[in-house]
Structures are given as C-alpha cells and as structure tokens.
C-alpha cells in the first residue's frame, strides 16, 4: 500500500535552473511532510520539513508547498547547482515524531 | 559530534545464517529508528524503538527479524536464517526525546546485506 507516491522516477535539469520535484499522498492522516536527499552509499540527509498548517516553508534555495486539498507536495531548488544530483525522497508522517513513510525518490541530474 | 554509527557497512551471509546490525545513535538521542531499502524502491520502515521499549513494529516481518535498543549498547537488528530476498540496504534513523516542530530523524549510513 504506496500511500507516498513519487511519480517522476528522474529529472534532468540545467545548472542556474530551477528543479521542480513532486509527491502525492493519499492519507489524509499525513500531518508532517519532510524531503531528503541522498547520495549513493550514504544515508538519507534531511533538508527541509513543513507541517500540515502551513502551506509553504522556504530554507535557502530550498522551498516545498503543500497543497493538502490536492494531496500534493513540491520541492524547489533554486538556482540548482551541480553538488544537488542526488536521489530526493519524500516521506510523511502522522506525527512530527512518528514513523516515515517514503515515496520511491527522483533521481536529479544537474547538467553544466 | 559524531553522527549515527551503523556497522558493519557491509555483510555477506549465506543462507540460513545470522545477521546482525548494529546501530549506535547521535548522542543525546534516545529513540531509534529502523527502515529497508529494497532495490530501486524508497525506504521502508520497520521498526521504532526506546532504551528497553519497542514502540512500534508494524513494519517488522512477523518471523526471523528482532530488534532491541538495550539500556546500554546499541540497537541491533537481527535476522535469522537469512534468505535471498533479505538483501538489501538498512538504515537506522534517530531523534532526540523532545519533538519541536523541527525535529526530525537522522539516519546513519546504512549497512549492506548481501545474501548469497
């Protein structure tokens, strides 16, 4: 039961770009959303988080929405530079606290 | 400041032997997460737990996989009788006992199982 879903497996994008990425989720219980990062044969960091009352949270050239109605997350990177390839994950939890949930990754390519 | 400590990196076990891993986490950290990666897919979790508590185990598959985070040592996640479909990437995670809207879990490098 995939209830985190990242529907884009890759994305390729220019440096100086933005990087969009998305994530679904179909359990209304979600109450905190986070987006990592990882590197191969590392663990997943964690870069940004926003909980269910709010729709917006920005940290530097990281930025995620929420739109709960639609169920739907995004993460920005602006301008996207070539140490951000990695694999991001979406996850959520019911709790800031509690287990996460992950969706599959997107696997970023940031060309010169 | 280290950060969390899993060992080994990487294990090879034979089939129907033992694995064990051990996850040691960020100090000042009490609770302790452990979650799969199976090939190509995201991380699954499997475990959450206290010093001497499990909290929540739904993720853990009902035979063969043990977890305990004793009051001194590290957490280790055991597996008997390992089978192929074992192989994989896990991860620990931990947190610290307050939660503020910030906190979140912190995960250690991983180790590798492969079964063969």
């Known amino acids: 039961d995939q209830q985190v879903k990242q529907n884009s497996p890759s994305l390729s994008v220019q440096e100086g770009r933005i990087s969009i990425l998305n994530c679904d989720y179909t359990?209304?219980?979600?109450?905190?959303f986070l987006w990592y990062k990882k590197y191969p044969a590392e663990g997943p960091t964690f870069l940004i988080s926003i909980s269910s009352i709010k729709d917006k949270n920005e940290d530097g050239r990281f930025t995620v929405f929420l739109n709960k109605s639609a169920k739907h997350l995004s993460l920005h990177i602006v301008p996207s530079q070539p140490g951000d390839s990695a694999v991001y994950f979406c996850a959520a939890s019911r709790t800031s606290w509690g287990k996460l949930q992950f969706g599959a990754g997107t696997q970023v390519v940031v060309t010169p | 400041n280290a950060g969390v400590m899993q060992n080994p990196r990487h294990l090879v076990r034979r089939r129907g032997q033992e694995a064990r891993l051990r996850c040691s986490p960020m100090?000042?950290?009490?609770?302790v997460y452990w979650y799969r990666q199976l090939p190509e897919e995201g991380l699954k979790f499997m475990v959450y737990?206290?010093?001497?508590?499990?909290?929540?185990e739904s993720g853990m598959p009902k035979e063969r996989f043990s977890a305990e985070f004793p009051k001194e040592g590290p957490s280790i996640l055991r597996i008997q009788q390992v089978v192929r479909g074992d192989s994989a990437a896990y991860f620990c995670a931990s947190s610290p006992p307050k939660r503020g809207p910030q906190e979140t879990q912190y995960f250690g490098p991983g180790t590798r199982l492969l079964v063969l």
């Open positions: 100090k000042g950290h009490s609770h």
């Open positions: 737990l206290q010093k001497e508590n499990i909290i929540d």
């Open positions: 359990n209304s219980m979600f109450d905190y």
